[in-house]
């Protein structure tokens, strides 16, 4: 398309990413957000890959970014599997349901697939991802300690059938606990220009997709 460039963030491009994420997430799954807080201190976590953190730029301007980190399935005997897990993915709202998240998750799918990576798991809206293949957890046999599937939890194969049906404990990496740091998260959302919190009904359907799992 047109004045469309998906490339890798660089350092120039932090403030305008961590902006895009904080117009993204604004009260969108609570009143305020802190993604942009995770996105600031995961650059700098041992899991983050800089090598799959692409920005969209529509004419010059940062529209979109993806991030992914390093995360792991672990099997009943102890195999240790490295994965992919992604976010926050982020377009501003003015572009969003265009089909941009689409193009950032598809460009860095195959990027990902090039580097050798087979699986990606994340925690999310299943209406955003499963036109992107990704499928309940459940189908792939992977699940939290205390064999729990969550029905936000998604995987999707890069290479088919490489999850081989075998039970799969998903360990996620520790990069999102920065986020328990709330005077920290309110330190860095004062260096934005105010922004005011409040309740919208996108809330609860987070609170109802991050508190249910799959039964049978
Ligand atoms: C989630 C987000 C990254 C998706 O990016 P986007 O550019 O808005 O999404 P796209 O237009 O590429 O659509 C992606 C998919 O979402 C679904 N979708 C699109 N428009 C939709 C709509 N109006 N209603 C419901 N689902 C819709 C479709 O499945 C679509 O895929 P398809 O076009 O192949 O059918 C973006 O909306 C966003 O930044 N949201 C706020 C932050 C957020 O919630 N991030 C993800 C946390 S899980």
Redesign the pocket.
Known sequence: MKNLTIRLETEKDYRAVENVTRE??WN?NVPGCDEHYLVHKMRTHADFLPELAFVLEKDGEIIGNIMYTKTRLVDERGNEKQILTF?????LPA????????MLIEHSFAKAAALGYDTIVIF??P??Y??RGFKSSKKYNVCLEGDVFPSALLVKELRAGVLDGRRWYFCESPVGECCADEDGVAAFDATFPPKEKAWQPSQEEFYIHSHSAMVR
């Not at 976010?87 to 377009?91: A, H, Y």
């Not at 572009?95 to 689409?102: E, N, T």
């Open positions: 993204a997430f969108q976010g926050p993915i982020s377009v572009y969003q349901r265009q089909g941009y998240g689409k999310g809206n209406d955003n499963v036109a």
